[in-house]
């Protein structure tokens, strides 16, 4: 979008400062070619752009539901050490403690 804002400002900037006839300037006349074919790029770029951004989308919410019983998860879990601090420790330090309760005995 850039280039055309760029392109769009040189061709007006060329229009502005032209004497006589248009089509005797040869600037004029070649940034108007160069316009048109950057323009038919950009455009289908554009469009690609926005066929991939509508992909995008479609792929994140399929995902949006599994985020969220994620989220419910990880908070459940996170709050699981307020209802018994048992549940503050991972399952090898559980593992490890028996097996040293094992080996003291």
Known sequence: KKQLVDLE???LKLLSEATGS????EELVE??????????????QLKVAEEKE??????????TSASVRAA?????????ARVDPMYQFSLD???DLFNLSIDSA
Do not use: C, G, H, P
Not at 73 to 80: E, G, I, K, P, Q
């Open 22 to 25: 248009l089509l005797d300037d």
């Open 54 to 63: 509508i992909i995008i989308d479609q792929s994140r919410r399929d995902y």
């Open 72 to 80: 419910i998860a990880y908070f459940v879990l996170n709050d699981m």
């Open 31 to 44: 940034t108007l070619q160069v316009s048109k074919v950057t323009s038919e790029e950009v455009t289908e």
């Open 9 to 11: 400002n040189k061709i």
């Open 93 to 95: 330090a559980y593992v």
